[in-house]
């Protein structure tokens, strides 16, 4: 789909309501019913994502004007509305801050040439086999006048950006391993070289794109009906059903033959387990509190564990060619290290931290920005309705922290202030099983893994949780790249 390019345009584009655009729809299913010769795309699955029933998703859209606004808004600055946004509707906050982003990032001015934005974007995509997000971006690049070349394989693109493959697999893999003598390598290659303001606006379009195949794989999203995938021009074998149930609310598959699937019943008792373990962990901070030592061992002791928890979806993934072409050695990724062996140093955020050290570098590099970022990750951190599950007024800021925390402690990254024995009291087993494979080897992720995890809870905070994640993954990683970047300047 095109991009606004003019005032006239973008008018025209915003006037656009989600209501019309369910009505052309409509007019286009009813058009193919006709015997005109006209091909209409099918939408191949059953709304946005695979795990959330689809009537969810619109219902939020459908009854919030917030919502709707931020929609039409995306609509006519990006041209299209993806199945991403879609999910991310159920947090207004959080999704209007994103596409703030991302419009900055991928469209605004900056170092980067347009078109290496995109390709950086299939470079990141493609590390976690997430063909979401690399079709996503082969369009756009081809849209800004990307060479189609490049897209035949990563040996196809120029020798500046096949230099950033070294880079792009230590960040989505083991972050902790970068050092200033890759970024030296990066900055110092003669006339393949990057300048520091260009190797800016690079890692934070890696990290962005690793931590975004989390949250897409996480999700369960679907192809957007306009990429690979997304479509066929087949007539469905089931009549009545449709691309169109989209717009017009009507029931999914699963519905039409007698709601067969039906969410597990809520676990009560677990809930209040876990309300009774807040309550009395927010009680226990009244009390004299642990030893630094004592805290260090506890930290060092949840980091081992957490290379101990092992997902149930152990097998290896393979990439397929269209994926793979975009990126080297395919052979690297993440391991259990402690079974080799191996160990994760630890990162003190009282030596580096996004707030003191990383978020001034980034807006002294990339104007403006960092503040951006930063506010992207305050909404996801502090966001909160008081709720959990079917219980109203409960303050979630000891289990928000505890679930940014443990993925942070999982990157080796400690805070000297906080107590990790409160992780176990607060994430069950299964829980944290779906957290690292979904921060580790999102590519794994299954409707099965999504299901068995707070079991009791409403699907808008499952994908509250997967924000989490999301920004915790991404801000891990830009904590390392940035601190290698300083490294090399002093």
Not at 135 to 153: E, S
Not at 305 to 327: A, G, K, Q, Y
């Amino acid at each position: 789909m095109r991009h606004a390019s003019t005032s006239n345009e973008t008018m025209e584009n915003s006037s656009l309501t989600m209501t019309n655009l369910f009505k052309i729809c409509t007019q286009c299913e009813r058009l193919s019913k006709k015997d005109v010769g006209v091909r209409i795309p099918r939408l191949v699955g059953n709304g946005p994502s695979r795990f959330i029933p689809e009537k969810e998703i619109l219902q939020v859209s459908k009854l919030n004007e917030r919502i709707q606004s931020i929609f039409e808004d995306a609509f006519a600055v990006l041209g299209r509305l993806d199945n991403i946004s879609l999910v991310m509707g159920f947090h207004p906050q959080y999704l209007e801050s994103f596409l703030k982003t991302l419009h900055y990032l991928l469209q605004m001015d900056g170092p980067l040439s347009l078109h290496c934005r995109h390709y950086i974007g299939i470079m990141a995509a493609a590390r976690h086999q997430c063909t979401y997000l690399v079709n996503l971006h082969v369009n756009d690049f081809l849209h800004v006048g990307g060479d189609p070349k490049w897209l035949n394989g990563l040996e196809e693109a120029p020798q500046k950006l096949r230099a950033l493959g070294e880079l792009n697999k230590i960040l989505a893999h083991r972050p902790w391993l970068l050092t200033k003598e890759h970024i030296e390598h990066l900055l110092k290659a003669e006339e393949h070289s990057w300048s520091l303001a260009e190797l800016i606006h690079v890692v934070v379009l890696l990290t962005l794109y690793h931590s975004l195949a989390s949250f897409t794989f996480g999700c369960g999203i679907n192809p957007d009906i306009n990429t690979d995938g997304g479509h066929t021009f087949r007539v469905p074998s089931l009549s009545g059903y449709c691309v169109c149930d989209i717009a017009n609310g009507n029931s999914t598959l699963e519905e039409m033959f007698g709601n067969q699937q039906v969410r597990q019943r809520e676990n009560d008792l677990v809930l209040k387990r876990d309300l009774w373990n807040m309550k009395q962990l927010q009680e226990c901070h009244d009390e004299e509190e642990a030893s630094q030592e004592e805290m260090a061992t506890r930290f060092e002791r949840e980091k081992t564990e957490s290379m101990l928890v092992v997902t149930s979806e152990d097998e290896e993934c393979v990439p397929s060619r269209d994926v793979s072409r975009h990126f080297e050695d395919l052979s690297y990724g993440y391991k259990n290290f402690s079974r080799r062996g191996e160990h994760v140093p630890t990162l003190r955020v009282l030596d580096y931290s996004w707030e003191d050290h990383g978020f001034s570098l980034v807006n002294r590099l990339y104007p403006d920005f960092g503040q951006l970022l930063d506010e992207k990750f305050q909404i996801a951190y502090n966001l909160t309705y008081n709720t959990m599950a079917t219980h109203q007024g409960v303050d979630t800021s000891m289990l928000r922290r505890a679930i940014w925390n443990y993925i942070h402690c999982m990157f080796g990254i400690r805070y000297d202030d906080y107590d990790y024995g409160e992780i176990n009291q607060l994430l069950d087993r299964s829980f944290k099983v779906y957290i690292k494979t979904m921060v580790r080897t999102p590519e794994k992720i299954t409707k099965r893994m999504y299901d068995s995890f707070w079991r009791q809870f409403q699907h808008s905070e499952k994908v509250h949780v997967n924000l989490l994640l999301m920004e915790a993954r991404m801000q891990a990683e830009l904590l390392y790249a940035l601190r290698a970047i300083t490294r090399y300047m002093t």
